[in-house]
């Protein structure tokens, strides 16, 4: 299986051109990777613009939310309906960003099944705001996983792509890293999870990564000793020479 690295640009850059200008040094070592698939999560006021930029399946867009209506009176929402006519193929869902504005897990589920009536992939976050010796956190996970994927399908189930953003290890505020022993152990975890939700084996390949102050130090860490298939990647990812430092890094590992 190719290595998934999904850039956040958050919102983030201010200006369009700053944000074709990045998307385009990117793609130009990106898209010659061939081990690495490469998704760029720009503000969606830049997808259908950097959609042009686009030059193979080697990197990719995606969106950083869409709401669950296709459309109607819903002021400031964006479908996926319109996120797949700009062509991007990924959707970042659940985000701890977005949790924290208030999405509940039901709102998550029902995004997650309007992503999926269309040819796009969700990317749901999962992760837990601290940790706790009882290991509660565990339990708080598992939830997070069991309700965002509420009525899905065995197939639709293994047409979506797992986060796991320990929120502690998330942003410049992050407390300390994720080690890539929690990481791994919480990547297990959620693969019992996925294999107790479904009889098929087809949960088996849903590719789970890893997310928290990636940076080209530590992304070998994650990917050789944190049990996952690739990273989602913040603040790194603003930097275009860092970014594709961690790239040239999932390519060879
Ligand atoms: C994120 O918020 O998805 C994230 C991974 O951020 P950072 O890499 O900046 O910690």
């Not at 693969?191 to 107790?196: C, I, M, N, P, Y």
């Not at 990564?209 to 000793?225: A, F, P, Q, T, W």
Request: charged share 25%; glycine share 6%; with cysteine.
């Amino acid at each position: 299986m190719k290595k998934l690295i999904i850039a956040n640009w958050k919102m983030n850059p201010t200006r369009g051109l700053d944000a074709r200008k990045l998307f385009k040094s990117v793609n130009t070592i990106a898209s010659k990777l061939k081990n690495v698939e490469t998704v760029i999560c720009p503000p969606l006021v830049y997808l259908e613009s950097l959609g042009e930029l686009v030059t193979n399946r080697a990197c990719v867009l995606g969106s950083q939310d869409a709401f669950w209506e296709h459309a109607g009176p819903f002021t400031g929402q964006v479908s996926a309906d319109m996120i797949f006519g700009t062509k991007a193929r990924y959707v970042i869902v659940g985000h701890s960003e977005r949790r924290a504005l208030g999405e509940t897990d039901s709102d998550i589920n029902k995004k997650i099944k309007s992503i999926l009536q269309f040819p796009l992939i969700p990317v749901l976050c999962v992760g837990e705001i601290s940790r706790d010796d009882d290991h509660q956190f565990v339990k708080l996970v598992k939830n997070q996983i069991r309700l965002a994927l509420v009525d899905l399908t065995d197939e639709e189930i293994s047409r979506v792509v797992i986060a796991y953003e320990p929120v502690w290890a998330i942003g410049s505020k992050a407390k300390k890293a994720c080690e890539p022993a929690d990481c791994r152990e919480m990547s297990h975890i959620i693969k019992t999870v996925l294999a107790d939700l479904s009889n098929s084996e087809i949960t088996k390949n849903i590719p789970i990564l890893y997310g928290g102050s990636v940076n080209s130090e530590n992304s070998e860490s994650y990917l050789k000793d944190g049990l996952v298939d690739g990273l989602l990647v913040g603040r790194a990812s603003l930097d275009g020479k860092e970014f594709i430092k961690i790239l040239k890094i999932a390519e060879k590992s």
